[in-house]
């Protein structure tokens, strides 16, 4: 009997139990089906996955109790057009990690770090994880190697974190964001490919596409993120069959997707039969006065449309690399593809450190405090800006992330200004990383990876006599 058919027998023979009913034990499983006990262990795991069971150690294997009701399966069948169009002649592949590199530059101790994308460590749960991670190398198979598309408890918990009816069988387990992105661009549009940016728009997406050999092509944000009606016109005009996109606090310019837009966005991209790669990468850097959040695109999206990207990274550690790759239908069979060929799987002890740290008490107490801190930080730094270089203060400040995304006067060079400030001792993030053709004239700041809240003050202060030198 192969693990296939053993997983739909034992499906058939758990939906006979009653919820929280302990199914037979893996020893008996073994006897019953003349089967080995890796082929038990696997056809447990996947049902895991699937919801149908849960296992709890020491304890055994139990009929999962009823979820909600699951999401109405819709209608993939435009990925199979999506996943096989071909381009011309593919350019070479450009592997540029300027901007990359710039955000992951250690400043030295004497400078006031802006630049980083990352809090400072006294804002991140360092002693919560290192307990995670010693209690995670204790767990029996802990050192074993983990199922291709990650630990079934953990995928549950991406799954149940997303929504909509987003089950476990829909995540692959990723090593962080950035190789979510990866997969995803290289699993889903072919070499010579445009695929559609936001303008301006996270760097480090921009070097995983060109490295891709993909040609980004701008769509044009405003205060409320991307124009749809730009957006529609690069469809035509492009052909592009993706889009990749930051609908919540959108780095860098911190906007956040209305409505209105989420619904045209998604009609753009079925009209043109081509995927939305939703990176959220900062649902878990709210800030404690920003009132409810919108759900994930992905949250409601039945035919797929959506490749959904969620990462630990930020608000836990630079190095938990752990994040989620959501997708339903074919496109899933080919990002699980790609992420074997590239990396085989995640570290099993990073995975079960990661799930010890989501599932303690200690973690929803993290995020509260950390959406406190990044609240007063950020209205710290606004209010020195507004004394001491107003004109560097942006119209709205965002509610989430932990950056600003401040306009220079006309004129001013934002290499120029980055330079300035850098000499007086504040590092910053020079504007044009951010765009693919012409830059406008900005500068990213950030207020989460300087040493204490007190620094922001001074370099506000630092940044007006940038500002002065170079206008």
Not at 128 to 156: D, T
Not at 216 to 233: H, M, N, Q
Request: proline share 11%.
């Amino acid at each position: 009997m192969s693990v296939q058919e053993l997983t739909g027998t034992l499906r058939a023979m758990v939906m006979r139990y009653s919820p929280g009913e302990r199914i037979p034990s893996s020893r008996e499983l073994v006897e019953r089906y003349r089967v080995s006990p890796v082929s038990v262990s696997r056809a447990v795991r996947e049902l895991v996955a699937e919801g149908v069971v849960v296992s709890r150690p020491g304890a055994g294997v139990f009929r999962a109790e009823p979820g909600p009701a699951p999401a109405v399966r819709g209608d993939f069948s435009w990925q199979e057009v999506a996943l096989s169009a071909e381009a011309g002649a593919p350019p070479a592949r450009v592997v540029d990690a300027s901007g990359v590199l710039a955000a992951l530059a250690l400043a030295p101790p004497e400078v006031i770090d802006l630049n980083s994308g990352y809090p400072h460590p006294s804002l991140l749960p360092e002693r919560a994880l290192a307990g995670a991670l010693a209690r995670a190398a204790r767990r029996p198979g802990a050192w074993g190697r983990p199922p291709l598309e990650g630990l079934p408890e953990l995928r549950g918990w991406f799954a149940r974190e997303l929504g909509g009816g987003v089950t476990a069988a829909e995540v692959l387990v990723t090593a962080g964001g950035q190789s979510a992105l990866t997969c995803a661009l290289r699993s889903l549009a072919p070499p010579g490919a445009p695929v559609l940016v936001e303008s301006p728009t996270y760097p480090g997406l921009l070097a995983v596409a060109r490295a891709a050999g993909l040609r980004p092509v701008p769509v044009p944000v405003d205060a409320d993120g991307v124009i749809p009606e730009r957006l529609a016109e690069a469809f035509a005009a492009s052909g592009a069959r993706l889009f990749v996109c930051q609908p919540l606090f959108q780095n860098p310019t911190g906007t956040v997707l209305p409505v209105e837009r989420r619904r045209a966005v998604l009609a753009a991209a079925k009209r043109a039969g081509a995927f939305v790669v939703e990176d959220d990468f900062a649902r878990l850097l709210v800030h404690a006065d920003a009132g409810e959040l919108p759900p994930p695109l992905a949250a409601d999206d039945p035919d797929g449309t959506v490749v959904h990207v969620r990462s630990l990274t930020k608000a836990a550690s630079p190095s938990l690399r752990v994040g989620a790759l959501v997708a339903r239908g074919p496109a899933l069979a080919r990002l699980r593809s790609v992420q074997a060929v590239d990396s085989f799987f995640v570290p099993r002890p990073l995975q079960e450190a990661a799930l010890e740290l989501v599932t303690a008490t200690d973690w929803p107490r993290h995020l509260r405090a950390l959406a406190r801190e990044l609240a007063e930080r950020r209205q710290l730094f606004a209010t020195a800006l507004a004394r001491h270089a107003p004109a560097l203060l942006p119209p709205r400040l965002p509610r989430g992330g932990f950056h600003l995304w401040l306009p220079l006067p006309a004129g001013t060079e934002p290499a120029a200004f980055a330079a300035a400030a850098l000499r007086r001792g504040v590092a910053l993030s020079p504007g044009s990383n951010y765009f693919t053709a012409e830059p406008a004239p900005h500068v990213r700041v950030g207020f989460a990876a300087a040493e204490t809240p007190a620094q922001l003050a001074t370099a506000a202060h630092h940044l007006a006599g940038a500002l002065d030198s170079t206008s």
